[in-house]
C-alpha cells in the first residue's frame, strides 16, 4: 500500500507556523450515501478512478484549501510577516 503525505498548519502564527506530513494510511471501512452525479464530476476534476480515491482526494483538496486560506489571512494581518526593509527592498524585482 501506498502511503501518502499531506501537510497539516499546527499554528495559526507566521513565526512559530508549522507543517507536519500527516498520513492518509489511517483508513477505516465505513458505509453511506453518495451522489453518483457528484463523484462523477469530482472524478473528472481530482482525475481519480475509484470512488474511495475520489473521495480520499475530494477530503485532501478540503483540508488543502483550509491552510491556504489560512496562510493568506496571515499575509494580509497587520505585522505578522515581520520583515525588515532590506528583504523588502528587494521583494518586487
Known sequence: MREELSLKLLSNSFSSAILVRVS???????????DAEKVQAAKEVLG???LT???????SEVIK????KTLV????????????????????R
Not at 492518509?24 to 453518495?34: H, L, M, Y
Not at 480515491?53 to 477530503?59: E, G, H, I, N, S
Not at 484549501?65 to 491556504?68: P, V
Not at 505578522?80 to 518586487?92: I, K, Q
Open 73 to 92: 489571512e496571515l499575509l494580509f494581518r497587520p505585522g505578522a510577516l515581520e520583515l525588515d526593509d532590506d528583504v523588502m527592498s528587494g521583494a518586487w
Open 48 to 50: 481519480t478512478k475509484t
Open 53 to 59: 480515491d475520489t473521495v480520499d482526494a475530494a477530503l
Open 65 to 68: 484549501l483550509r491552510q491556504r
Open 24 to 34: 492518509s494510511s489511517s483508513k477505516r471501512k465505513t458505509s453511506f450515501e453518495i
